[in-house]
């Protein structure tokens, strides 16, 4: 099977991208201390470039200065204040000195109930639109988390009989079940109870949403004067911004509860304000759950009305996901390839046929498949940039078959989680790109004038 479908060019607003192949966004927890670009984030997303993506959509950089906004144990990318941009402006720079590659900033107020602050905060509750902890079914595991478990020596899986017999477990068996799952985390790897039990945390008010949407708006305005091509708002699987959308866990009986119109309305402002400041032409888009796949949660439904407001409040592309860390099985992180393709339709028509960026692809064949069927026009790969950087080049070249394909392990989530600087099984060199300069230096690729400098150097004495 062909697959040239995947190096056509592509329009989104102002920018063309020169393939139909990104990265998704991911944070990996390689940031220097408070936040800032390291060495490390240059290095990782360099490697990708090289690597032939047309588009990379960094990681999730978080917008809001203050500790609610629960995300510090996962060590996130900040754009909070001016000292952070010369940073994030380099590592623009680096990702674009790679033949065409674009590069599109996620930008975020925050974890909200899925997250905590850090220590030095600990008395200070994660904020959300309403005060409801989340928690994690358990039955929503799949094989790749079930094997991490095991990995880190944690046998509760196997205690209640099994991955396949805790999926099954009815609502009675697993209410039998749960508090003896609860009691063992904290006894055993209590680092971990906080991902799967959440602490209650505080409801905004309104005063402090607005805040937040000036946090947003600021940042993204930034975004593009830092040398960004676009700005995606991080507004899927569970996050800060999902909460509002979403009926399980916003109860909020104001302007921003309630209707969809009302519980959508904080990204509805924040679209319409971005697109007042910079005009019609800049790329923005958002990442929203196709459906969060849990009891209560939005469902695909009204998500596809959402995607209809922000198409008139300006968006002009989407990125799909699905679920939440609620279900983190089916979810964002299922065990096989291909999953999220099926909400991309409902964008596109919602939408009225705007770009449609959809994830979770292993194989070339799989991913043109997507493409020329007409369900999306973009799509993107998360834990398969991790284990292979250079799957676009590889398969322009028609090396298919050199392709590192990630295994479904779910190491790279697991050590986010615990927290270990983050590896992958089948990529030895992940994390330390930093570390081997033959993964992301290319000479042929080097800027016209460094590379004339560099030439002038050649045949001086040694210093």
Not at 27 to 43: L, V
């Amino acid at each position: 099977m062909s697959t040239d479908i995947l190096f056509e060019p592509i329009q989104i607003g102002n920018v063309e991208l020169k393939n139909r192949i990104a990265m998704s966004p991911m944070n990996m927890g390689y940031t220097g201390p408070e936040g800032y670009a390291s060495e490390q984030s240059n290095a990782w997303y360099a490697a990708r470039a090289r690597g032939g993506f047309g588009l990379i959509i960094t990681e999730c950089v978080v917008s809001n200065p203050y500790p609610w906004r629960g995300t510090d144990s996962l060590n996130p990318l900040l754009c909070d204040s001016q000292k952070k941009y010369r940073y994030l402006s380099q590592m623009a720079d680096v990702i674009h000195s790679y033949k065409g590659t674009k590069v599109f900033m996620q930008l975020s107020p925050g974890w909200g109930r899925q997250g905590h602050p850090d220590m030095l905060h600990e008395c200070i509750a994660a904020a959300a639109p309403s005060a409801i902890p989340m928690e994690m079914d358990l039955r929503n595991f799949n094989h790749g988390w079930a094997k991490q478990m095991r990995r880190l020596g944690i046998t509760l899986i196997d205690e209640v009989g099994g991955i396949e017999k805790l999926q099954n477990l009815s609502d009675e068996e697993y209410e039998g079940v749960k508090d003896m799952i609860f009691s063992y985390l904290k006894k055993n790897a209590p680092e971990l109870i906080h991902t799967v039990k959440g602490e209650t945390p505080r409801e905004l008010t309104i005063a402090e949403i607005e805040k937040m949407e000036d946090f947003m708006v600021e940042q993204a305005c930034a975004a593009y004067k830092l040398g960004y091509d676009g700005v995606e708002l991080h507004t899927p699987h569970g996050y800060l911004l999902h909460q509002f959308l979403s009926p399980r866990s916003n109860h909020r009986t104001d302007i921003y509860g309630g209707s969809t119109e009302n519980r959508g309305r904080v990204v509805t402002n924040i679209i319409e304000r971005i697109r007042k400041k910079v005009g019609p032409d800049k790329v923005l888009g958002c990442r929203l759950s196709g459906d969060e796949l849990v009891p209560g949660g939005i469902e695909h439904q009204e998500v596809c009305k959402l995607v209809k407001l922000f198409t008139d409040a300006g968006a002009n592309y989407f990125n799909v996901s699905q679920g939440s860390y609620e279900n983190p099985g089916a979810g964002f992180a299922p065990d096989g390839e291909d999953d999220f393709t099926r909400w991309a339709p409902g964008f596109k028509e919602a939408s009225g046929g705007l770009p449609i960026i959809t994830p979770s692809f292993i194989n070339p064949e799989t991913a043109a498949e997507a493409i020329k069927s007409g369900k999306t026009d973009i799509i993107s790969l998360g834990r398969q940039s991790i284990a292979d950087p250079y799957w676009p080049a590889k398969v322009k070249a028609g090396r298919c078959g050199d392709i590192v394909k990630c295994i479904r392990c779910q190491q790279c989530y697991m050590n986010l989680f615990e927290p270990r600087w983050i590896r992958c099984s089948v990529n030895p060199t992940a994390g330390f790109e930093k570390y081997y300069p033959e993964l992301w230096k290319d000479h042929g690729l080097m800027d016209v004038r460094a590379k004339r400098f560099m030439d002038k150097r050649e045949g001086l004495p040694q210093v």
